[in-house]
Protein backbone atom coordinates (compact mmCIF):
# COMPACT_ATOMS: atom_id res chain seq x y z
CA UNK A 1 0.00 0.00 0.00
CA UNK A 2 1.22 3.18 -0.98
CA UNK A 3 0.12 6.77 -0.03
CA UNK A 4 0.44 10.22 -2.21
CA UNK A 5 -1.10 13.81 -1.39
CA UNK A 6 -3.21 15.74 -3.81
CA UNK A 7 -2.89 19.58 -4.21
CA UNK A 8 -5.61 19.97 -1.58
CA UNK A 9 -3.58 17.90 0.86
CA UNK A 10 -6.03 15.24 0.44
CA UNK A 11 -4.10 11.28 1.39
CA UNK A 12 -4.84 9.32 -1.28
CA UNK A 13 -4.39 5.23 -0.78
CA UNK A 14 -2.76 3.03 -3.60
CA UNK A 15 -3.20 -0.41 -3.13
CA UNK A 16 -3.13 -3.08 -6.27
CA UNK A 17 -5.14 -6.32 -5.46
CA UNK A 18 -6.95 -8.26 -8.28
CA UNK A 19 -10.24 -6.45 -7.53
CA UNK A 20 -8.30 -3.22 -8.24
CA UNK A 21 -7.09 -4.42 -11.23
CA UNK A 22 -10.62 -5.75 -12.53
CA UNK A 23 -12.19 -1.58 -11.47
CA UNK A 24 -9.53 -0.08 -13.80
CA UNK A 25 -10.14 -2.31 -16.37
CA UNK A 26 -14.29 -1.58 -16.03
CA UNK A 27 -13.87 2.02 -15.56
CA UNK A 28 -10.92 3.10 -18.22
CA UNK A 29 -10.98 -0.19 -20.56
CA UNK A 30 -6.91 -0.29 -19.18
CA UNK A 31 -6.18 -3.26 -18.64
CA UNK A 32 -2.82 -3.10 -16.66
CA UNK A 33 -1.49 -6.40 -16.84
CA UNK A 34 -1.02 -6.16 -20.43
CA UNK A 35 2.56 -5.22 -21.42
CA UNK A 36 2.46 -2.20 -23.08
CA UNK A 37 -0.01 -0.65 -20.46
CA UNK A 38 2.26 0.80 -17.91
CA UNK A 39 4.28 2.11 -20.79
CA UNK A 40 1.78 3.90 -22.31
CA UNK A 41 0.39 5.24 -18.90
CA UNK A 42 3.81 6.60 -18.58
CA UNK A 43 3.48 8.74 -21.10
CA UNK A 44 -0.26 9.16 -21.17
CA UNK A 45 -0.78 11.74 -17.84
CA UNK A 46 -4.85 12.09 -18.74
CA UNK A 47 -5.14 7.94 -18.74
CA UNK A 48 -2.94 7.58 -15.29
CA UNK A 49 -5.01 9.90 -13.53
CA UNK A 50 -7.66 7.76 -14.59
CA UNK A 51 -6.29 4.38 -14.10
CA UNK A 52 -5.03 6.65 -10.72
CA UNK A 53 -8.92 7.40 -9.91
CA UNK A 54 -10.11 4.25 -10.21
CA UNK A 55 -7.69 2.84 -7.83
CA UNK A 56 -8.70 5.40 -5.56
CA UNK A 57 -12.49 5.31 -6.32
CA UNK A 58 -13.92 3.67 -3.25
CA UNK A 59 -12.30 6.07 -1.06
CA UNK A 60 -13.11 8.92 -3.33
CA UNK A 61 -16.77 7.77 -3.13
CA UNK A 62 -16.61 7.87 0.74
CA UNK A 63 -15.41 11.37 0.61
CA UNK A 64 -17.29 12.45 -2.41
CA UNK A 65 -15.52 13.26 -4.32
CA UNK A 66 -15.85 12.63 -7.84
CA UNK A 67 -13.27 12.40 -11.04
CA UNK A 68 -13.66 15.39 -11.96
CA UNK A 69 -12.77 16.90 -8.60
CA UNK A 70 -9.90 14.05 -8.46
CA UNK A 71 -8.97 15.24 -11.49
CA UNK A 72 -8.55 19.02 -10.61
CA UNK A 73 -6.49 18.48 -7.12
CA UNK A 74 -3.36 16.61 -9.34
CA UNK A 75 -0.95 18.40 -11.53
CA UNK A 76 2.91 19.28 -11.11
CA UNK A 77 4.68 17.70 -8.08
CA UNK A 78 1.42 15.93 -6.78
CA UNK A 79 1.21 13.64 -10.20
CA UNK A 80 4.90 12.96 -9.60
CA UNK A 81 3.85 11.65 -6.35
CA UNK A 82 0.74 9.55 -7.65
CA UNK A 83 2.72 7.88 -10.79
CA UNK A 84 5.53 6.92 -7.79
CA UNK A 85 3.07 5.22 -5.70
CA UNK A 86 1.40 3.61 -8.32
CA UNK A 87 4.54 2.25 -9.88
CA UNK A 88 5.59 0.57 -6.49
CA UNK A 89 2.44 -0.44 -5.44
CA UNK A 90 2.21 -1.96 -9.29
CA UNK A 91 5.83 -3.90 -8.55
CA UNK A 92 4.71 -4.78 -5.64
CA UNK A 93 1.49 -6.57 -6.84
CA UNK A 94 3.63 -9.29 -8.79
CA UNK A 95 4.99 -12.53 -7.19
CA UNK A 96 8.92 -12.15 -6.22
CA UNK A 97 10.16 -13.30 -9.20
CA UNK A 98 8.01 -11.36 -11.51
CA UNK A 99 8.60 -8.80 -8.94
CA UNK A 100 11.93 -8.49 -8.93
CA UNK A 101 12.59 -8.23 -12.88
CA UNK A 102 9.90 -5.22 -13.16
CA UNK A 103 11.85 -3.70 -10.38
CA UNK A 104 14.95 -3.72 -12.44
CA UNK A 105 13.24 -2.66 -15.48
CA UNK A 106 11.47 0.40 -13.49
CA UNK A 107 14.98 1.39 -11.86
CA UNK A 108 16.83 0.99 -15.28
CA UNK A 109 13.89 3.27 -16.73
CA UNK A 110 14.29 5.84 -13.89
CA UNK A 111 18.48 5.97 -14.86
CA UNK A 112 17.68 6.77 -18.70
CA UNK A 113 15.17 9.16 -17.80
CA UNK A 114 17.06 11.03 -15.38
CA UNK A 115 20.61 11.04 -18.21
CA UNK A 116 17.86 12.16 -20.77
CA UNK A 117 16.47 14.88 -18.29
CA UNK A 118 20.34 15.71 -17.23
CA UNK A 119 21.35 15.68 -21.35
CA UNK A 120 18.58 18.08 -22.14
CA UNK A 121 19.50 20.79 -19.42
CA UNK A 122 23.45 20.61 -20.54
CA UNK A 123 21.82 21.50 -24.05
CA UNK A 124 19.21 23.91 -22.72
CA UNK A 125 21.75 25.55 -20.44
CA UNK A 126 24.47 25.63 -23.73
CA UNK A 127 21.54 27.54 -26.24
CA UNK A 128 20.79 29.83 -23.17
CA UNK A 129 24.39 30.53 -23.07
CA UNK A 130 25.09 31.05 -26.72
CA UNK A 131 22.08 33.52 -26.94
CA UNK A 132 23.32 35.72 -23.85
CA UNK A 133 27.14 35.98 -25.20
CA UNK A 134 25.21 36.81 -29.18
CA UNK A 135 23.07 39.31 -27.02
CA UNK A 136 26.07 40.96 -25.53
CA UNK A 137 28.15 40.92 -28.40
CA UNK A 138 25.68 42.82 -30.44
Known amino acids: MQIFKDNKGREW ?3 ITVSTINRIKDLTGVNILETDAIKTLGGDILQLVNVLYAIVQPQAMKDGI ?9 GGDSIDAASEAFMTEYVGFFPRRKRSLL ?10 EGRAMDAIKAKLDKAVELQ ?3 LLAD
Open 13 to 15: VVE
Open 132 to 134: LEQ
Open 66 to 74: TDEQFGEAL
Open 103 to 112: QTALDKQREI
